[in-house]
């Protein structure tokens, strides 16, 4: 490893003492927790509340279109139809190479019929010869449902996290497991406000692989924790908490940082459409490694866990050699 001094600066093995800042870092959190939920449900209005709502759940027009025998220049298409000012803009190829997917909002005071004409016009005007396959308009009904879907998927991975984590720990572990997944949701959700990012469909997979990402780092955590909590009987059990995090800790800096470098260039050069789903697992994965410490370990420490039954043996000293 001599020929990689970046990762080389990072220490092995670490002394900080986390549970020490345990207490001001989990009101800062509650605080920032309380303030995204404000944030996301003012003004308590449905279907996305204070959420700039994507196509997916506030509802618009698709049309299915045609460029046959030529593929279609999807890029050309996205950019003559974003400087129409329709909001949330998506078109996606798929299928022949020659067909693509466009969505678009209705804007408010408008006729649907109307601004789908225009919007047949200035695709006819930026690739030609173009055909109209097929023209759906998605409701808000439907949008509803889509929503109240993706909220399940969120509120149901997080309850089969944990049953995972206390039928492989316990349950004081899964209670501290979730409170990070919640801590991380909620302030991602707010994060989306703030930054009026689109809340869609891919905003839902986003926080879908924030929370697996978060667990990962979680369980590695935990997983040390009980190992030391067998090994060391009679440490207290915050010095037991700081040790098994500055154990995992240099691990988790690298792992997080691939990431974070991939996820960067992903938001530089993915282009408008991967923007928003490059920031939101950015500050997730940021968030995710916070809250494994300051959060998880920190319910641990409050509810109290069983120690190994098994004393460790200590280990003997050879004898010296007259």
Not at 272 to 301: E, R
Request: hydrophobic share 50%.
């Amino acid at each position: 490893m001599k020929y990689w001094p970046l990762i080389k600066v990072l220490p092995v093995r670490t002394h900080f003492r986390f549970v020490r800042l345990a207490k001001y870092f989990s009101i800062l959190s509650i605080l920032a927790v309380v303030t995204s939920l404000a944030l996301t449900l003012y003004p308590f209005k449905p279907p996305c509340f204070g959420m700039a709502c994507g196509i997916d759940f506030k509802g618009g027009t698709v049309l299915e279109i045609s460029t046959a025998p030529q593929p279609v220049d999807v890029g050309r298409v996205r950019a003559a139809l974003g400087a129409m000012h329709l909001g949330d803009v998506q078109v996606q190829g798929f299928g022949a190479p020659s067909s693509a997917m466009v969505k678009f909002q209705t804007p408010e005071g408008a006729s649907p019929s109307d601004t789908a004409d225009a919007v047949r016009a200035k695709i006819a005007q930026t690739v030609s010869p173009v055909r109209f396959v097929k023209t759906d308009v998605v409701g808000p009904k439907v949008s509803s449902e889509l929503l109240t879907k993706g909220l399940l998927a969120l509120g149901g991975a997080i309850l089969l996290m944990l049953v995972y984590i206390w039928f492989r720990f316990e349950l004081q572990f899964g209670l501290g497991a979730v409170a990070a997944l919640f801590h991380d949701v909620f302030l991602t959700f707010g994060l989306i406000t703030l930054a009026r990012i689109e809340f869609n469909l891919t905003a839902v997979a986003a926080l879908l692989t924030i929370i697996g990402y978060s667990m990962n780092d979680t369980v590695v955590v935990f997983d040390r924790f009980r190992e030391n909590l067998r090994k060391y009987k009679r440490m207290p059990m915050a010095e037991i908490i700081d040790l098994s995090i500055n154990e995992m800790l240099t691990r988790t800096i690298i792992t997080s940082m691939t990431a974070v470098f991939a996820l960067i260039a992903l938001a530089v050069f993915g282009g408008p459409n991967l923007w928003g789903l490059s920031i939101i697992m950015l500050f997730g994965i940021l968030i995710g490694t916070y809250s494994s410490i300051y959060i998880a370990a920190p319910v641990i420490l409050l509810w109290g866990v069983k120690r190994g039954e098994d004393e460790v043996e200590p280990l003997k000293t050879a004898k010296a050699r007259p």
